[in-house]
């Protein structure tokens, strides 16, 4: 065969496994055509000597926010996507997020096709955010826009006034999207115990960034989790909760796993990586904590990221997404909106955090590739899992991207080989359209040397950004697959045909 590309020299990895050194990767028309031994190369082919260095699939970012109206000031598709293949991620699913008075999902759909639409260095899809969920959404809408538009997992949200859903209409979607084959992830914190303590805060002048800490404690995703489980055991339905920060509420996750129900869990950086002491203010800047306020929040003791940093290594999380929700620091609608008079408001600070760029280069290097065995929180194949493989799977997109195997897209990262590529985490380095990163100043011990996206080199660290922003397609998915437990379960203490009763 006349290859396009051929990826030689590397060490693959996959999913399952570290392959041999010295297997070679051909690529034809985007797609990985074979892996083999002494391909042959043509006058037209491209060759990439990745020098010993591991190959691991583009990664697949299942959790950004971009250009959505409760975030003006941050990153929109361009920036956002250029983002991403700067940091090795080649696929990102992002949100079409319904506002309360939308009685339609056709105009949302159509907005965010707009903004993206030749916007985009890499591929990317859409999971709806549900906050009006009308039964003609539920019954006419969902199912001819996830068989059209491929959009077969949406979000919901437990907590936020703008957004926040009872636990009826909670149960109502769940049941829609189990008689669709949908995926539903849920934002799980509880509304009303957050809602108290922040009034008690506000009452008592304690409105500091540090006080959004305070204001969201564990115990709030604590009980949220453990209801959002049981909504699903309910519904006998897949599920997945995003951005987990509590080791206590990824107990309940372990809990629901070893029963075998679909529950599905998520990390992000931020919660691996960082804690609550950064929402203090910094000498110079008694506002600058809010650059650290996302929800659920930082945590406050290193036990919380041990805790998560064992469900990273056992299995119990399937995705480790950026969760990527940009409000710049100083511009007019973002951050300091919770500024008011010159006092800070904790409360009016909008949520989230940039992380789209530096989320394949900080958990890499906690593998063994950049770590001796002894110290590496994971396995170079959990790697490939939380970053690409799994998330590929569970929302739709397994066959295509996630994994280095032949008919797979040919997206890939190329890391340096060796201590070659590392380096420190700063601002001036990022790719976003925003005025800080979290992470800065955070030594990292690798970061992708090429960013390839079907087939074409879109990053390479010494030429920077190559890819065009027309370049990223738009991914209808199909329908997303189970990867922890099954349906069919009845719920604890249920007797056999108890269901058939009401349903
Ligand atoms: O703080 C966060 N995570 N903001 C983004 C919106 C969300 O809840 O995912
Ligand atoms: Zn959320
Ligand atoms: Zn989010």
Redesign the pocket.
Same mark, same amino acid.
């Given at each position: 065969m006349d290859f396009d590309l051929i990826l030689k020299n590397g060490i693959i990895v996959t999913a399952s496994e570290v392959l041999p050194q010295g297997l070679e990767v051909g690529v034809k028309g985007g797609k990985i055509a074979c892996i083999g031994t002494d391909l042959p190369s043509s006058s037209h082919t491209e060759v990439i000597d990745a020098e010993g260095a591991y190959i691991t699939p583009g990664g697949v970012d299942s /959790?950004v /926010?971009l250009a959505q109206k409760n975030s003006p000031t941050g990153d929109g598709w361009e920036s956002g996507s250029r983002s991403a293949v700067a940091g090795g991620t080649t696929t990102i699913i992002a949100f079409a997020s319904q506002e309360r008075d939308d009685t339609s999902l056709y105009p949302v759909l159509e907005d965010y096709h707009a903004k993206s639409k030749d916007q985009s260095y890499c591929d990317y899809g859409f999971h709806f955010i549900l906050t009006n969920p009308t039964q003609d959404i539920l019954r006419k809408e969902l199912p001819v826009l996830a068989e059209k538009e491929g959009i077969t997992s949406v979000k919901l949200?437990m907590t936020?006034e703008a957004m926040k859903l009872n636990d009826r209409q909670v149960l109502d979607i769940l049941f829609a999207c189990k008689s669709l084959g949908m995926t539903t992830m849920i /934002?799980a914190e509880s509304h009303d115990m957050i809602a108290l303590i922040i009034e008690g805060l506000e009452k008592n002048k304690n409105t500091d960034p540090y006080f959004h800490a305070v204001a969201r404690p564990r115990i709030a995703e604590d009980e949220a989790s453990y209801r959002a489980i049981s909504l699903a055991e309910l519904a006998d339905t897949p599920m997945l909760i995003? /951005?987990m920060s509590s080791d206590v509420a990824v107990g309940h996750v372990r809990d629901a796993q070893t029963r075998l129900l679909p529950i599905h869990a998520e990390t992000c950086p931020h919660y691996l990586f960082l804690l609550s002491e950064k929402i203090k203010a910094e000498p110079h800047d008694h506002f600058s904590g809010a650059k650290h306020?996302?929800?659920p929040p930082l945590r406050h003791d290193p036990k919380d990221l041990d805790g998560l940093w064992q469900s990273i290594a056992n299995g119990t999380f399937t995705t480790f997404s950026s969760?990527h929700?940009p409000s710049k620091y100083e511009a007019v609608g973002g951050k300091r909106l919770g500024l008011v008079d010159g006092i800070p408001r904790f409360s009016k600070i909008p949520?989230?955090?940039p992380g789209i760029e530096t989320r394949m280069p900080l958990l890499f290097g906690q593998t063994p590739a950049c770590q001796p065995a002894d110290k590496a929180k994971l396995s170079l194949p959990r790697f490939v899992q939380l970053t690409a493989f799994n998330p590929a799977k569970l929302y739709g997109l397994e066959g295509r991207k996630g994994s280095i195997a032949p008919g797979y897209d040919a997206d890939f990262v190329i890391w340096h080989p060796g201590a070659a590529g590392a380096c420190t985490i700063s601002q001036s380095r990022m790719h976003h359209d925003m005025d800080y990163t979290p992470f800065e100043g955070m030594k990292v011990k690798n970061w992708p040397r090429y960013t390839i996206l079907r087939g074409k080199v879109v990053w390479d660290q010494k030429a920077g950004v190559l890819g065009e922003m027309r370049y990223g397609q738009y991914l209808k998915r199909g329908m997303g697959q189970v990867l922890h437990g099954k349906t069919g379960n009845l719920p604890r203490g249920w007797k056999e045909d108890e269901r058939r009763y009401w349903l």
């Open positions: /959790h /926010h949200y936020y /934002h995003v /951005h306020v996302c929800s969760d929700a949520n989230g955090l």
